[in-house]
């Protein structure tokens, strides 16, 4: 991987992060990025919700683990989030959510201390560890199958014991739609773009390039598709539509309920003074923030949405 991630604490001085950032380049021949200190950083901390809301869509019975995949394979990802799952090995996010409190007590089944029963939550992934031991690449099983002798046990093939674990928890009732592959975009990528304009908003990260060098580097992003998710936002998707749908889909998953879809204050910023991201960043960062209407307005401005 190209990407180091800088994380400048509170007392880090300006020379060490220096040093530092002519180590990565020089030396380390990588791409260093300096970011703010939070849970995840800005790489991982915008993953979290891209890998919760795929687990999500599957749990409902609105794709497969296949279908998600492939929508995101089909968009330009180099992996679809299940597949990123195996290779950096489901225990691992296992392990982090019990960490925080989030998983089912295993002898009680009752919702980890750490969760709120108004939070949407689902325990997919947990139960593909717990119960199945998936977890990833490295033990020939995950969401996918993995056989040495195909691609060096490194291809995934569709699994059929996840397919029936997945058919065994969904209850499809008449109205359990299929999403579309656009619709599965919208589910996971948005929050994800939306948890970046949060990394800003808070200082994490200082600069939309910054994020999208980072999504570029880590995370497989398709350099065709705007240069990065901030610049996707801001010249394929447009922010009016982007802030609409995110109100939408706060307003469907509302109880209960889920923080990746309350939409970044800095997003409701730059729509309502009719600003792209970058303009904001390039000449309105400070002309506008006195200047604000109401964040929920989701007005058009000059912010053309390009379906």
Known sequence: MKLVEIVKGSHSSEGTIETIRIITDLLLKKVGVVV?????????????????EAAFVVD???????????????????VGPFMMGDIAGNDIGYLVRKGKGLVNDINTGQPGLGRSDKE????LPDDLVTKFG?????????????????????????????????????????ETRQLTSR???????????????KCLEEGIARDPTDVDIIYLHGYGWPIWRGGGPMRWADEEIGLPRLLRKLQ????????????????????????????????YYDIGHHLHDDKVGD???????NNRSRL
């Open 295 to 301: 964040s929920g307005s989701g007005g058009e401005g």
């Open 120 to 123: 949407r939550y689902t325990n």
């Open 183 to 197: 619709e599965i975009l919208e589910r996971v990528l948005f929050p994800l773009v939306n948890t970046g304009f």
């Open 248 to 279: 939408e889909l706060q307003e469907t998953f509302a109880n209960p309920a889920s923080e990746h879809f309350v939409p970044s204050k800095l997003l409701c910023k730059c729509v309502d003074a009719g600003l792209t991201l970058r303009e």
């Open 134 to 174: 998936r977890v990833g690449q490295k033990v020939g099983k995950g969401w996918y199958d993995y056989n040495i002798k195909i691609g060096k046990g490194r291809k995934p093939i569709p699994s059929k014991e996840v397919e029936n674990f997945v058919r065994k928890r969904v209850v499809v009732s008449g």
């Open 60 to 78: 409902e019975g609105s794709a497969s683990v296949v279908d998600v995949d492939n929508a995101l394979l089909e968009f330009g990802m180099a």
């Open 36 to 52: 703010g200190n939070c849970d995840g950083f800005v790489g991982n901390r915008m993953v979290f919700p891209y890998s919760e």
